[in-house]
């Protein structure tokens, strides 16, 4: 245990990092962090991590959320597109996603105080994106080069936040933050000229007021979307590793089934399940709207 008692620290944040598919971890992160009853007051994600981080400050249950990353598909982030640009995707697909069973929220109205991290193309400089629309915000910061398009926001044009700093640390002490745990899923994007990052974040990972949660990933890659059970598996060990001092206050509810590695002899339609539109009903927690239906 650090020299602070994580519980009781009154400014704590969580800096969730980027990592494509590998963000399934952080649910499993989550969890954890709800069964030892530490509860950040700042979320900052970047990439995967404004997904998790937007689902936590909305309140969403973690066991819910686990739930919903169960469904993902990359189809619940963006949609194709046949016209000319800088990607494959378009974000607008996450917005489609949302509104179909839910409503938007703004980022200022969450129950908890949250920021997502986005690179501005022009000026390649990385912004935090502390208000107005939670979806816009996500959006701007998932948008990977190449994958998906530039997302334009507020006259800027922004790519995905981990071009710059994808595990945001810095961005949670410059919200106010006394104590971050930061949570790594992948590398700095280190081979992109002029973008190399690894140093700074490893600068900030050796203080004395940040904890670092790091799931063991290597096995796993972050452009496919396979065995996520066992990625929210690895997330729960690593966080287990990291607050193993912290006794569990709040023990995990019965009917919720321990999320396990992956089987590799079972069929792809039996690992990840189909239910209707993956993690876009998170947005609906706290937002003061039901679902619409057509």
């Known amino acids: 245990m650090t020299g602070v008692d994580l519980r009781y620290e ?23 962090l709800a069964e030892r009853g530490i509860q950040p007051a700042i979320v900052v994600g970047t990439s995967a991590g404004s997904i998790a981080g937007g689902a936590y400050a909305m309140g969403t249950d973690p066991y819910e959320f686990t739930e919903l990353v169960l469904q993902a598909r990359w189809g619940d982030f963006g949609t194709f597109t046949m016209t000319p640009g800088l ?49 816009e915000a996500i959006g701007a910061s998932i948008a ?32 106010g933050a006394s104590h971050v745990i930061g949570v790594r899923l992948a590398p700095e994007w280190d081979f992109l000229p002029g973008m190399r990052t690894a140093l700074q974040v490893h600068e900030y990972e050796i203080r004395d007021d940040v904890t670092m949660i790091t799931p063991r990933l290597s096995q796993h ?34 009917a919720v ?12 339609s039996a690992q990840t399940p189909a239910p209707p539109r993956g993690v876009a009903p998170f947005f609906q927690r706290r937002s003061g709207h039901e679902p619409t239906r057509d």
């Open 144 to 175: 990977v080069p190449g994958l998906f398009r530039p997302k334009q926001l507020n006259g800027r044009m922004f790519v995905d936040g981990g071009v710059l700093q994808n595990l945001p640390l810095e961005a949670a002490f410059a919200m």
């Open 10 to 32: 009154p400014n704590l944040a969580l800096a969730l990092g980027g990592g494509g598919a590998l963000g399934a971890a952080h649910a499993g992160v989550l969890e954890v």
């Open 221 to 254: 890659s972050q452009w496919v979307v396979r065995d996520l059970p066992g990625l929210v598996h690895l997330g729960r060990e690593a966080a287990e590793r990291a607050l193993r001092d912290y006794p569990v206050i709040h023990p995990r509810p019965q």
């Open 87 to 135: 990607g494959l995707l378009d974000t607008e697909g996450l917005r489609d996603t949302v509104e179909r069973v839910a409503h938007d929220a703004l980022i200022e109205d969450l129950p908890i105080r949250f920021a997502a991290v986005a690179t501005d193309i022009t000026t390649e400089e990385t912004v935090v994106i502390s208000q107005g629309s939670l979806v």
């Open 257 to 268: 089934a321990p999320s396990e590695p992956d089987v590799r002899s079972a069929p792809a």
